[in-house]
């Protein structure tokens, strides 16, 4: 309940930077790369006082499973949700993100694939998801040629190959370095 009184969330973190997406007028969607860098209160407070020009959507987590402001949430509010909810105990978040805007009419994000999984929860008012199975990809006719569909329905395009779990080689590469340095420290 706490989560969704924007009051609240800017007592609680309103001072936690993050990067939210802005355009300049309404009829332009989301999406295409325009952010600014705001406090999380002064997002809040241009969302209640009904500005439908920025949108907070998935920060860099830098390998990291939270980034701000959830990382600020869950170390400040004392009520956080569990990170592996009983009802997906068998999968391991890669991250956790925040979503939110505000608009007065229908918006949509556009036809898209995301990399991971996802567990969508909506806080208040309402969303209509769209999905197509991956084996009617071709009739989709996305954006670049695909090179391969995991069994889970991850996408890979020519030159961006990943593992089934949306890892890079050079990901797990990475990892392996980090826990090595870990373990000789």
């Not at 009983?86 to 608009?103: E, M």
């Amino acid at each position: 309940e706490k989560w969704t009184s924007l009051d609240y969330l800017k007592k609680t973190v309103g001072d936690a930077r993050v990067w939210v997406e802005q355009r300049e007028d309404l009829g332009c969607g989301f999406g295409r790369g325009n952010k600014a860098e705001l406090s999380l209160g002064d997002f809040l407070s241009r969302v209640e006082g009904g500005s439908e020009h920025y949108y907070l959507t998935a920060q860099d987590t830098d390998g990291g499973l939270l980034a701000s402001p959830l990382l600020e949430l869950r170390e400040n509010s004392g009520a956080f949700p569990p990170l592996r909810p009983a009802l997906l105990r068998g999968l391991v978040p890669a991250n956790l993100s925040l979503w939110l805007g505000s608009s007065s009419s229908r918006a949509s994000s556009g036809l898209h694939h995301d990399y991971h999984d996802n567990l969508y929860v909506l806080l208040s008012g309402s969303k209509t998801f769209t999905l197509f199975c991956p084996s009617l990809l071709p009739r989709l006719r996305p954006r670049g040629e695909v090179a391969h569909i995991h069994p889970n329905g991850l996408i890979n395009y020519a030159g961006g190959d990943t593992f089934a779990d949306g890892t890079t080689a050079l990901d797990r590469a990475e990892a392996a370095a980090r826990g090595a340095v870990g373990r000789a420290e």
